[in-house]
């Protein structure tokens, strides 16, 4: 693959302490927009670990009794300015993103509450939180990815997802094998 123009790359920025925060105010919005179908709103993905270096978008994970209907959700979401990506994914982990345009400040995984994927994420972002080596070592995955993939195209973006596929399954297998997730 070439290397992309370097105006046109994915950026890893050091862990911004302003995170948690805005992650705060989101799921605030999130909340009041969807109601009761939201039974969990978390704040998941590299920018929801405490020193971790991370593209500058929170990730949230919204927990809801039933995946389908989408439109239960995908209407609230989409009134509050998130537009819903159509992926094969959409059985089990459908995703959503603001603004609708690159670069994103805000991605939304909803995903069925006690279902694997639920586990599986939290999972790995409690293992993250609770052993910083690993942490760091993921964090030097990304430094070193980055780089090779454009954020223009949904599709690259993507692909850097993908190259990082080993490691995240490496963690979250040893995390459920030690009963994660804490939370």
Same mark, same amino acid.
């Given at each position: 693959?070439?290397?992309?123009? /370097?105006?046109? %790359?994915?950026? #890893?920025?050091?862990?911004?302490?302003?995170?948690? +925060?805005?992650?705060?105010?989101?799921?605030?919005?999130?909340?009041?927009?969807?109601?009761?179908?939201? @039974?969990? %709103?978390?704040?998941?993905? /590299?920018?929801?670990?405490?020193?971790?270096?991370?593209?500058?978008? #929170?990730? #949230?994970?919204? /927990?809801? +009794?039933?995946?389908?209907?989408?439109? /239960?959700?995908?209407?609230?979401?989409?009134? #509050?300015?998130?537009?819903? @990506?159509?992926?094969?994914?959409?059985?089990?982990?459908?995703?959503?993103?603001?603004?609708?345009?690159?670069?994103?400040?805000?991605? %939304?995984? @909803? @995903?069925?509450?006690?279902? +694997?994927?639920?586990?599986?994420?939290?999972?790995f972002r409690d293992y993250l939180r609770d052993h910083p080596e690993t942490a760091r070592e993921y964090a030097?995955?990304?430094?070193?990815?980055?780089?090779?993939?454009?954020?223009?195209?949904?599709?690259?973006?993507?692909?850097?997802?993908?190259?990082?596929?080993?490691?995240?399954?490496?963690?979250?297998a040893e995390a459920l094998r030690l009963g994660y997730p804490r939370s």
């Amino acid at each position: 693959m070439p290397t992309p123009a /370097s105006t046109d %790359v994915l950026t #890893i920025v050091p862990y911004d302490p302003r995170w948690p +925060a805005a992650f705060a105010a989101e799921a605030a919005r999130m909340r009041a927009a969807l109601g009761d179908l939201a @039974v969990r %709103v978390e704040h998941n993905g /590299s920018t929801a670990v405490p020193g971790l270096a991370a593209k500058p978008i #929170i990730d #949230i994970q919204v /927990s809801v +009794a039933a995946l389908a209907p989408m439109d /239960s959700y995908r209407v609230p979401l989409q009134a #509050i300015g998130y537009t819903h @990506v159509p992926h094969a994914d959409d059985a089990c982990c459908p995703f959503f993103h603001r603004p609708h345009d690159w670069p994103h400040t805000h991605h %939304v995984h @909803v @995903v069925a509450t006690g279902g +694997a994927e639920e586990r599986r994420t939290l999972a790995f972002r409690d293992y993250l939180r609770d052993h910083p080596e690993t942490a760091r070592e993921y964090a030097a995955l990304k430094r070193r990815l980055a780089p090779r993939f454009s954020a223009a195209t949904l599709a690259s973006r993507q692909a850097y997802a993908g190259a990082k596929t080993t490691f995240v399954e490496r963690v979250v297998a040893e995390a459920l094998r030690l009963g994660y997730p804490r939370s």
